[in-house]
C-alpha cells in the first residue's frame, strides 16, 4: 500500500524584488502551520503637546496683530512734508506804483508817468502832454467834463449834435466801445480834433459826458501813432471813476424853494444882514499851495488860497428872464458874452470871469424861477495859476441844484 504523499508545487526561486506577496494561508489548509490571525504591532504612541505651546502661540498672534494694527495707524496718517529751500518768485512790479496821481474834485483820478506832465488843469479840463513836446497843443491827452443834468443816452446827444451841425457823430451809439474804469466808452479811431487828428472817447457817466482825446501830432507815422496809443492805453489803465458825491451834504430851503449837494470838506456859512432873500456861501481853504498873495486896494497880504461858491436869492417881481435881469442888473458884460445854460432843466445864462484874475467872482449864472432870480458864482483868492482849480466841483454843486416847488 503506497503511501500518500502530499504533492507540492515547485516554487521557483525568487530574488527579494520580485518574490510575491504571499497571503495567509487558511486555518484549514493542511500541513501549514496557522498564523491567524496576524499578530497586532504595538501602537507608535503620539507626543503630548505642551499647554506652554499654545499659550505662546496665541501670544504670538496677539503680538503680531498688535505690530499690524499700530503700523498702519502709523503710515495711514499724513506726514509733514520735508521742507525744501526754494527761491520765492519775484512779484510782478506794477509799472504804475510810482507814477504821479491827479484829481479832479470829485469826478476822477487816474496816474501817469514821469514822461508826462499836466500842461493844463482848468475850467476846460485836464491836458497832458509828454514833457519832450515842443507846444502846448500836440501830442496831448485831453479830458473834459460836460453835465448831463437830463441823463441824456448817446443818441439823444447826437440829434442835438445834428441839428447843431457840430460834432454830430460823436455821440454815435453805433460806433466801437471800449471798457474805460469798468465802463463803455464809445470810440472812434483816427477822428479830427481841428486842427490835428486824434483818438476819441465819449463816456457817459453820473449825469456827466466824459469827452476823452488822444491827440497826435500832425507829422506823426503809422508806427508813432501805435506807440502813443500803447502809452495812451497804459494810462488809463490807472483811470477811476469816483463815488465820493455819494458822500456829500445836502442843503434844502423849502421856503425859497431849492436844494443842492456840496463836498463834506467845504464849509457852508449864511449870512443874515443882506439885501438879498437869502446870501449863502461855501468856502474851501487849500494850504497845500502855500500862501498866496492877495491884493486888497492899495495893499496886500498874504492870505491862504481860498475858494467860494456862493447862492444868492432875490425878489424877481416883474418876472423878468434870467437874461433880462441880467441885461438890466450887469450893463458890464456885452450881450453876445453871455453863454445859454440848463439849471435843473430851466433856462439859464452864464458869463465868465478872467481865469487868471482872482477877482470875486470868476463865473456867475442867472436862473429864474416863481418870481425869484438865483445867482450862483464861483471865485477865488488863490494864486494866478490856481484860480481855477474848484471850478469843477463848482459844476459838480451846479449840476445837484434842483427847485423842490
Known amino acids: 500500500m503506497e503511501e500518500n504523499i502530499p504533492e507540492f508545487q515547485q516554487v521557483k ?14 486555518p484549514n489548509q493542511p500541513g501549514i502551520k496557522s498564523t491567524w490571525p496576524p499578530a497586532l504591532q504595538p501602537e507608535t504612541p503620539k507626543p503630548k503637546v505642551s499647554l506652554w505651546v499654545y499659550v505662546l502661540s496665541i501670544l504670538i498672534v496677539i503680538l503680531l496683530g498688535l505690530v499690524g494694527y499700530f503700523g498702519y495707524q502709523l503710515y495711514s496718517q499724513p506726514t509733514e512734508p520735508t521742507p525744501i529751500e526754494t527761491s520765492s518768485p519775484t512779484p510782478t512790479s506794477d509799472p504804475t506804483a510810482d507814477w504821479e496821481t491827479y484829481q479832479r474834485g470829485y469826478s476822477y483820478s487816474l496816474k501817469y508817468p514821469s514822461t508826462w506832465k499836466v ?10 502832454q509828454p514833457t519832450s513836446s515842443l507846444n502846448q497843443y500836440e501830442p496831448a491827452i485831453t479830458i473834459a467834463i460836460r453835465y448831463n443834468p437830463e441823463n441824456k443816452t448817446m443818441l439823444q446827444l447826437d440829434e442835438e449834435a445834428k441839428k447843431a451841425e457840430i460834432y454830430y457823430g460823436t455821440y454815435n451809439p453805433n460806433q466801437a466801445t471800449i471798457n474805460i474804469s469798468d465802463e463803455t466808452a464809445f470810440y472812434q479811431k483816427d477822428t479830427r480834433c481841428d486842427p490835428f487828428t486824434c483818438d476819441g472817447y465819449v463816456l457817459l457817466h453820473d449825469k456827466k459826458i466824459y469827452y476823452i482825446h488822444n491827440v497826435f501830432s500832425p ?19 490807472t483811470f477811476k471813476l469816483l463815488d465820493e458825491m455819494a458822500n456829500w451834504k445836502t442843503y434844502t430851503n423849502n421856503e425859497l424853494g431849492f436844494q443842492f449837494e456840496y463836498p463834506p470838506d467845504w464849509e457852508l456859512k449864511l449870512r443874515s444882514e443882506t439885501e438879498s432873500l437869502l446870501q449863502m456861501t461855501l468856502i474851501k481853504e487849500d494850504s497845500t499851495q502855500g500862501d498866496a498873495q492877495f491884493f486888497n486896494g492899495e495893499t496886500s497880504e498874504k492870505i491862504t488860497p481860498t475858494y467860494f461858491i456862493q447862492v444868492l436869492v432875490k425878489d424877481n ?10 441885461l438890466r442888473n450887469d450893463a458890464s458884460v456885452p450881450e453876445d458874452e453871455l453863454a445859454v445854460v440848463k439849471v435843473n432843466g430851466k433856462n439859464a445864462v452864464k458869463t465868465n470871469g478872467q481865469p487868471g484874475n482872482t477877482s470875486f467872482p470868476a463865473a456867475i449864472i442867472y436862473v429864474v424861477s416863481k418870481g425869484r432870480v ?31 416847488d
Open 13 to 26: 526561486e525568487t530574488t527579494p524584488t520580485d518574490q510575491p506577496t504571499v497571503q495567509p494561508t487558511s
Open 119 to 128: 500842461t493844463s488843469d482848468d475850467a476846460a479840463g485836464l491836458k497832458l
Open 219 to 237: 507829422t506823426a507815422s503809422e508806427i508813432e501813432k501805435e506807440q502813443q496809443r500803447q502809452e495812451f492805453a497804459q494810462i488809463f489803465s
Open 317 to 326: 417881481p416883474q418876472n423878468l428872464s434870467s437874461k433880462d435881469y441880467f
Open 374 to 404: 438865483y445867482i450862483i458864482n464861483y471865485g477865488a483868492r488863490a494864486h494866478e495859476s490856481t484860480n481855477l482849480k474848484y471850478f469843477n466841483v463848482f459844476e459838480e454843486v451846479l449840476s445837484t441844484f434842483k427847485f423842490t
